[in-house]
């Protein structure tokens, strides 16, 4: 069982080798970008005192340090500005090609540019100015203790793959 850019040994989870967050609200105070997510969401949030517009997602404006953020969407598509095709010596958990994007998210978008994967893309594939748009994918499970219970705390994360044209 193979999952975007997550080590699975014996089909067994090596948990210390995970590099995704938790998502529950007792462990993560912008546990909401990841339940947009899984409604297809793409999101961050914005200072209600003062504007700005923070990614990732905050929980303090960086700006006037309010408390008051609402959440905001993000465009799901934007256009490849830059990016990087790791062919080689790419890090254990992760399979080749790992490529990463400068993406333009537009105009009409409060933040304009922003770093993320992208998955589904074969080597060379990929050009500045390709249209690409947000992939939601599963990755594995994690126990967490919560108040003497163990729960399982299912997560999602994000990329973004190119548009088939």
């Not at 997510?37 to 914005?46: A, K, V």
């Not at 209600?48 to 006037?64: L, M």
């Not at 998955?119 to 500045?128: A, F, S």
């Amino acid at each position: 069982m193979a999952v975007l850019g997550i080590p699975i040994l014996e089909d067994k989870y090596p948990v210390t080798m995970d590099m995704w967050p938790l998502q529950a609200k007792e462990f993560n105070r912008i546990y909401k970008f990841y339940e947009h997510l899984r409604e297809g969401r793409f999101t961050t949030t914005r200072c209600r005192t003062c504007g700005h517009v923070a990614y990732p997602p905050r929980v303090i404006c960086p700006e006037c340090y309010s408390e008051d953020l609402e959440w905001i969407d993000l465009p799901k598509r934007g256009k490849v500005l830059n990016f990087t095709e790791e062919v080689r010596g790419v890090p254990l958990g992760f399979e080749s090609p790992l490529i990463h994007a400068w993406i333009d998210l537009g105009e009409g978008s409060p933040i304009k540019r922003i770093l993320s994967r992208i998955i589904n893309c074969p080597v060379g594939k990929l050009q500045e100015g390709s249209e690409v748009q947000l992939v939601v994918f599963e990755v594995p499970s994690h126990p967490i203790e919560v108040k003497k219970d163990t729960k399982w705390v299912e997560r999602v994360f994000f990329a973004f793959e190119p548009v088939e044209k």
